[in-house]
């Protein structure tokens, strides 16, 4: 455009320039001619210069002071794809008409420029050789005198320099594709001396970020960039930078400062590079603050989703679609006492490998989930070792991000304490409707056996004492005696009967129980007793305290017998210390004398053990006990607002613990009665009524 | 002869009693209830009343409180068959209202005339085979 623009001025000053130089050189063509033959004809022009001439690679010129070719060497022919000097001025007489159009007015401008100045180097011109293509040619040019000194033409010397102009316009361009990468990069570019780690150079986006002038950064060094924190230091910085320079890439997150003493996390790229012929480290410095954040973010939801998962009670699984567990949590972990890591790849196979029936209906249950998509919840019991949980078990779906189904996720909660709750709930509800039955009939009972008895003695008196009919009615008699005992232990168990507590000491009443018992040991029984002295008095009958002992130490003697073993009868205080209590089933918060009374006799299964205080339930046979013995036992300490609880093992023997408060928490009678709702919740063996 | 009232719902029990008393030579009567109780005990009244505590109409206990109100010096002896349907508290009240014995049925023929004996003063051994509650 520019160029353009002046084009006219430019030809009219050269056109004017030449004028002048030709008026001060007036030539006439004659001269010209004479001039353009001046090496060959000349004085000052010999052999050897002629020889020069035609021997050059380059391409020499001789115009005379209008541009017109006067001579040219064989190398200009060539170069300008003419066979001969006379071709070219025959076809172009003008050597301005041997440049590209664009290009003429400034060859005509050179040209003057030379004419003017004397001598001329390096100009770099368009050329066009005979068939039309252009060249890059570089060219010198020198002032031609005659005789008198006066100008009369120009040699020119030129030189196709198409190669290095390319060359030189490749590098260019590289240099600008780079130059514009690294302004325009969307990391902060630092360039570094490989040896000092000064910085040299910083592209725009470090000034955007950093908040320093280009200028201000230069005069800066990395710790004036950087928290100063240890490990965010210089000393740190250079070592890293050295690292880069002997050739390892590193690449880490930097706690940067900005001008404004702003922190932010950067993650730092070091590279070696040779920059014009120098080692240099190129820093490409990038802003993760989001990054972190939204790093941090995703750490600390994981962090809380596992705290979550791990401190809770529920168990928390998932599994791939082809059955391996993917994650598990704590309370997984501690059922199959593996870390929850461990788990992980797991199948319920390698699980539970002695369960296959539980094995196929999970895998069952897995497959309905996975085919319908949707959530599921069962029950089922899952047998670890020789205990079995049973769990409530949620499975349901996982999908990727995408929807697509990914896995099972479930949720378990073990319901097996929850399970015998309700068991031990319901025993005990079944005692007291006993209980409640039996003390209702009681009454109508004692009636109907009192006619009985009270007819049958009437009617002896009147019967020939040892006749038949005396003896029948013997019976009679003897029968409804034994249904009125009966009738009596019914009472006790529905605890109906009024009694006269006072306080005790369970350690006399023991010994005592034991010198009763002693006729019923079997020979190769032990009995052993750890009473503790100090256990405090309890309040209670002393006949029903007998009652108590005397059926626990005659069960474990029966459970026992001929085989022999040891009977263990401990006596300690206990303090329950509000809602857990032993085995889960609260006692109440107070002091109890925990009696103890434990034998290595057969055993029992659990279904006994279930039942054992229901009234006419008997292991015995036929003849050896009433079945009432425990239920009496039950009701006894119910009534002192104590608790009773067995423990049996098949083949390792059995063993009750018996609570009752001592005096001076001796539950008041009221709390007894008014507190029947806390007591059903007590369970089976707790509570009174 | 001491005369004796039987108190008693059940039937049986009233007729054994009666009999039984009788047959030790005591002039027995009887009644199914508290009300018909203090009805018989206003025609001719007994020197002993041997009374049962629940009862329909007129309940054991207060029979007795009424007749320890009108016939103070008229013994009385109260019996009970227990069960949840009595408690064992009622028999000491009945003590506490002025029942000179109680008992728990069935009851030990020599017991039963064995306190008659004692409270319609006879005299004999009174304290052996008491059952005191």
Redesign the interface.
């Known amino acids: 455009m520019d160029r353009e623009e002046r084009e006219p001025a430019v030809t009219d000053r050269t056109g004017k320039e030449s004028e002048e130089t030709m008026t001060g050189g007036s030539l006439s063509q004659g001269d010209e001619r004479e001039a353009g033959r001046l090496c060959s004809r000349g004085t000052s022009c010999d052999d050897r210069l002629r020889a020069i001439f035609e021997a050059s690679a380059d391409g020499i010129a001789l115009l005379d002071p209008s541009g017109a070719i006067v001579e040219m060497n064989r190398s200009a022919c060539r170069l300008l794809g003419f066979g001969s000097p006379e071709e070219i001025i025959s076809t172009s007489p003008s050597a301005f008409d041997l440049v590209v159009p664009e290009e003429r007015h400034r060859v005509i401008a050179e040209f003057a420029r030379t004419v003017r100045d004397e001598i001329v180097r390096g100009v770099r011109l368009r050329v066009r050789r005979r068939d039309g293509s252009p060249f890059e040619a570089e060219w010198s040019g020198a002032v031609q005198r005659d005789k008198n000194g006066r100008k009369n033409g120009v040699v020119f010397v030129f030189r196709d320099i198409s190669d290095r102009a390319r060359a030189e316009s490749a590098l260019t361009e590289s240099e600008e594709t780079y130059r514009s990468i690294f302004r325009s990069a969307n990391d902060a570019i630092f360039v570094h001396d490989a040896e000092t780690g000064a910085i040299l150079d910083v592209n725009e986006k470090t000034v955007e970020l950093f908040g320093w002038s280009a200028d201000e950064i230069l005069a800066l060094q990395v710790v004036d960039l950087s928290s100063g924190e240890p490990p965010y230091t210089q000393e740190e910085a250079k070592k890293k930078v050295r690292a880069a320079a002997a050739g390892e890439p590193q690449i880490f997150e930097w706690r940067s400062k900005k001008k404004s003493g702003e922190f932010f996390w950067a993650e730092v790229n070091l590279k070696q590079a040779t920059i014009r012929g120098k080692p240099r480290i190129l820093a490409l410095v990038r802003d993760i603050t989001d990054r972190k954040r939204s790093e941090e973010e995703r750490r600390r939801t994981e962090r809380l989703l596992r705290d979550f998962m791990d401190h809770s009670p529920t168990f928390f699984w998932a599994k791939d679609l082809r059955g391996r567990l993917t994650m598990a949590n704590q309370a997984v972990a501690d059922l199959f006492r593996r870390s929850p890591e461990e788990l992980v790849g797991l199948t319920a196979r390698d699980l539970f490998p002695a369960n296959s029936k539980l094995v196929a209906e999970m895998e069952e249950q897995d497959l309905r989930v996975v085919e319908t998509g949707e959530a599921l919840s069962l029950e089922e019991s899952v047998v670890l070792g020789e205990a079995g949980r049973r769990v409530l078990i949620w499975k349901f779906p996982l999908r990727d991000a995408e929807g697509a189904l990914a896995g099972i996720g479930a949720a378990g909660l073990d319901v097996t304490e929850q399970r015998e709750l309700e068991e031990r709930l319901r025993q005990s509800q079944k005692l007291e409707a006993i209980g ?1 039955f ?14 009985i ?3 049958t ?2 009617a002896m ?1 009147h019967t020939e004492k040892g006749s038949r009919p005396f003896r029948c009615l013997e019976q009679v008699r003897e029968a ?1 005696a034994r249904a ?1 005992d009966l009738v009596a232990q019914i ?1 006790e168990f ?1 605890r ?3 009694t006269e507590r006072t306080p005790l000491r369970l350690q006399r009443m023991i010994h005592e129980a034991l010198r009763l018992a002693e006729g019923s040991r079997p020979p190769r029984v032990e009995v052993r007793t750890m009473l503790d002295p100090n256990c405090g008095e309890v309040l209670a009958d002393p006949t029903e305290i007998h009652q108590v002992l005397l059926n626990l130490v005659a069960n474990a003697f029966h459970a026992m017998g001929e085989r022999g073993g040891t009977l263990a009868i401990r006596l300690e205080e206990y303090f329950a210390g509000g809602a857990g209590g032993p085995r889960g089933a609260g006692l109440d918060h107070g002091s109890y004398a925990r009696l103890t009374v434990e034998d290595t006799g057969h055993g029992m299964d659990p279904s006994t053990v279930r039942r054992i205080f229901e009234p006419y339930f008997t292991t015995k046979g036929v003849g050896e006990g009433t079945g009432l013995g425990l239920a009496t036992v039950h009701g006894i300490v119910r009534a002192m607002g104590g608790a009773i609880f067995v423990e049996s093992e098949i083949g390792r023997g059995t063993r009750f613990d018996v609570y009752l408060p001592l005096v001076s928490d001796a539950p008041a009678r009221d709390r007894e009665t008014a507190n029947d709702k806390g007591e059903a919740e007590r369970g089976a063996h707790t509570g009174r009524g | 002869m001491a005369r004796i009232l039987v108190v008693d719902d ?1 039937e ?2 009233r007729t ?2 009666v ?2 008393l009788e ?1 030790a030579g005591y002039e027995a009567d009887e009644a199914a209830d508290g009300r018909a109780a203090i009805r018989k005990q206003r025609e001719k009244p007994a020197d002993l009343v041997i009374t049962d505590l ?1 009862m329909p109409e007129k309940e054991g206990l207060e029979t007795i409180m009424d007749l320890r109100k009108e016939w103070p010096s008229t013994k009385i002896i109260a019996i ?10 009622y ?2 009240h009945a003590r506490h209202l002025g029942a000179a014995r109680v008992f ?4 030990e ?1 020599s017991e039963l005339l064995g306190a008659v004996r004692e409270l319609l003063g006879e005299g004999a051994s009174l304290t052996k085979g008491r059952r005191s ?1």
């Open positions: 409640t039996a003390g209702g009939i009681a009454h109508d009972f004692n009636n109907i056996i009192y006619s008895l009270g007819f003695e009437l008196d409804g009125s009472l529905s109906t009967r009024e | 059940d049986q029990i054994m009693l009999m039984t047959e629940i009970s068959g227990g069960g949840r349907a009595v408690p064992g508290d028999l000491l728990r049925k069935p009851i023929r509650v």
